[in-house]
């Protein structure tokens, strides 16, 4: 189990991000990681030293009831120090078949009941039993004690076996041994146990504790991955479980979808035609009509998801033109929409590159528009538009 911890932790460093970029952990995600795990075996090793200790107190146990033992055949008194059986309870049961002195019974109620009195007695040296008798009480239907009422499957008996005097139990895997009684076996709850790790958590998302394991869960517009333990996004557009209707765009986003209605753009003196679902190109001017000239050749538009958090700074994506007709290409980011979030750099001399300059917590939408502007001899060869939505999920994947 916990090797699979460890996995699991590089794993999820490395899945992140989504479809748009391909980068992996930082050296400081890795650094981070690596404390966990050294933190993951200081438990494990913290539980094997304790181990060793409940052992070793055996052992001098078995010592000192043998030394015990001699002693009393010695003096010739009664040798066999057994307590009568003690009854178990109705409406419950008692674990424990050893009731020699120094052994102890445990005792458990049915669903819908509660243990009254003590949950382990003792044989005592005088061979009576510690404590009073337990019950089992029913429990008060009015004071809708869910825990109680679940708790049975929260914990179930240990095997144990009788070794030179000494009781060893050992739990189902998903349980150990209960703190306060040697003879149940308690769940472990995984997801309580995983809580610090951060990093390490068993779940990319929600982890759900059960009797003696655990599930993780996904949200909605979610799958669970093959792995159990990460979510992968459904693509609702590739699966064709969206309401868009044809003249809508269905964008894919991290956690659902969206039906985005592309409109050509409206220039004084030009106008537009959609010559393919994401692009409008400019009918051609008529004769020097100067309006229509400043109007973009082209309007494009671009969707993008990503997910919350991304770290930054970040290449969104890159735009290039195709054939340079003119001596200078100019890339802005027009009227300087999203420019808190955005901006834009040179990558070549025919191509420019937008980026994400801040971390974004989504769930957001964020819009700019990207201008490229060919030039011949300082005048206007022609605008190319790109519009960019950005759709940001609520989770960091
Ligand atoms: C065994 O006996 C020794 C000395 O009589 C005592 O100190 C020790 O606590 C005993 N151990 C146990 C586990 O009872
Ligand atoms: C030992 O004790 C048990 C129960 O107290 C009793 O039944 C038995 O007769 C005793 N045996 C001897 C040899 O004293
Ligand atoms: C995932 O869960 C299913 C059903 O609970 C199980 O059969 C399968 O082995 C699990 N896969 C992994 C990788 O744990
Ligand atoms: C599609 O529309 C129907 C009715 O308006 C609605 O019940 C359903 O949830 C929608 N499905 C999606 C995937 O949005
Ligand atoms: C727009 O077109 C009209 C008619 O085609 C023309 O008269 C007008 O000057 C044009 N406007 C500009 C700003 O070029
Ligand atoms: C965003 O990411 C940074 C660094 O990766 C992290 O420290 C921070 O806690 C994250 N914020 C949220 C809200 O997840």
Not at 52 to 68: A, P, Y
Not at 190 to 217: D, F, I, K, P, V
Not at 259 to 277: D, G, H, L, Q, W
Not at 307 to 333: C, H, K, Q, Y
Request: charged residues 20%; glycine residues 8%; hydrophobic residues 30%.
């Amino acid at each position: 189990m916990y090797s699979g911890g460890i996995f699991l932790i590089l794993f999820i460093t490395c899945q992140m991000l989504g479809s748009q970029s391909q980068e992996c952990v930082s050296r400081q995600d890795v650094q981070s990681t690596l404390r966990h795990v050294h933190k993951l075996l200081s438990a494990h090793e913290t539980s094997f030293l304790h181990r060793v200790r409940t052992l070793r107190k055996k052992l001098n146990l078995l010592h000192n009831t043998t030394v015990k033992h001699r002693s009393n055949i010695g003096t010739g008194t009664n040798s066999t120090q057994i307590c009568l059986p003690p009854n178990p309870p109705v409406n419950g049961r008692m674990l424990g078949q050893v009731f020699r002195v120094g052994h102890e019974v445990h005792f458990l109620c049915n669903p819908g009941f509660q243990l009254s009195g003590p949950e382990t007695r003792e044989c005592l040296d005088s061979f009576s039993w510690s404590g009073e008798e337990p019950t089992c009480k029913m429990v008060d239907a009015g004071t809708h004690n869910i825990p109680t009422s679940s708790t049975p499957t929260y914990v179930r008996p240990s095997r144990c076996i009788e070794f030179q005097g000494s009781l060893h139990c050992t739990c189902e895997q998903g349980y150990s041994i209960s703190s306060q009684e040697r003879g149940l076996c308690t769940d472990i709850d995984e997801c309580e146990l995983y809580r610090m790790t951060q990093t390490g958590r068993l779940c990319l998302h929600t982890c759900m504790n059960t009797a003696g394991s655990y599930y993780c869960q996904c949200p909605t517009g979610y799958s669970i991955n093959i792995d159990n333990r990460s979510c992968q996004d459904i693509d609702e557009c590739e699966k064709g479980v969206h309401n868009c209707t044809k003249e809508q765009v269905c964008v894919n986003t991290f956690g659902g979808h969206r039906c985005m209605v592309v409109e050509c753009p409206r220039f004084r003196n030009a106008s537009y035609i959609k010559t393919s679902p994401l692009l409008c190109e400019r009918n051609p001017c008529v004769q020097g009509n100067k309006a229509c000239l400043q109007a973009p050749v082209s309007v494009n538009f671009h969707f993008m998801s990503v997910v919350s958090n991304m770290s930054t700074p970040r290449v969104l994506f890159r735009v290039s033109a195709a054939r340079i007709l003119g001596d200078a290409m100019r890339f802005e980011l027009l009227g300087n929409r999203g420019a808190g979030h955005f901006t834009l750099q040179r990558s070549s001399r025919q191509s420019g590159e937008l980026l994400l300059t801040e971390p974004v917590q989504g769930p957001a939408m964020l819009e700019t528009e990207v201008e490229m502007i060919e030039l011949e001899k300082r005048t206007l060869l022609g605008r190319y538009v790109t519009k960019v939505t950005l759709f940001v999920s609520p989770y960091s994947f």
